[in-house]
């Protein structure tokens, strides 16, 4: 599940509100990226090595 806030803040009230009121979340880890540092596009994907 991939949620978009638009702040710190926003995030915060979706973690307290929703994430951590479900009974059987314990724990919660967030990474966040503070700015790009390389930027070369999409990575080619062999879909036929994948089975696809």
Same mark, same amino acid.
């Given at each position: 599940?991939?949620?978009? *806030?638009?702040?710190?803040? &926003?995030?915060?009230? #979706? $973690?307290?509100?929703?994430? %951590?009121?479900?009974?059987?979340? =314990?724990? *919660?880890?967030?990474?966040? &990226?503070?700015?790009? #540092? $390389?930027?070369?596009?999409? %990575?080619?994907?062999?879909?036929? =090595?994948?089975?696809?």
């Amino acid at each position: 599940m991939a949620t978009h *806030v638009p702040d710190l803040a &926003a995030y915060e009230q #979706v $973690l307290l509100d929703e994430i %951590l009121a479900l009974g059987p979340v =314990r724990d *919660v880890r967030s990474t966040f &990226a503070i700015r790009t #540092v $390389l930027s070369r596009g999409p %990575l080619p994907v062999d879909h036929r =090595r994948l089975g696809g």
